[in-house]
């Protein structure tokens, strides 16, 4: 359900997976800070759920591409110490 706040803007969701449920985890806490005010996320088995909304598909765009970038750079420092 969307409420009337959320009209003319641009929504999107995300879902990235993980070898394991821990993996997950520790790349959430990594990128949670980063993420507040922009992106709702959370964790859910082996995956992370992004929810994010724009007020255009310029500014949804850079928040998802910095999203992917910091979520990249964890996953790679997490992949390493597992």
Known sequence: MT????????????????????EAEKVHRSVELDNQGYIE????????????????????L???DDFLACASVAEKVVSRKS
């Open 41 to 60: 996320t959370r964790v859910v088995g082996n995956a992370i759920h992004a929810e994010m909304t724009a007020v255009s598909l310029n500014s949804l």
């Open 3 to 22: 409420d009337s706040s959320d009209k003319g803007k641009v929504r999107c969701t995300l879902v990235l997976e993980f070898a394991s449920p821990l």
């Open 62 to 64: 850079h928040t998802l």
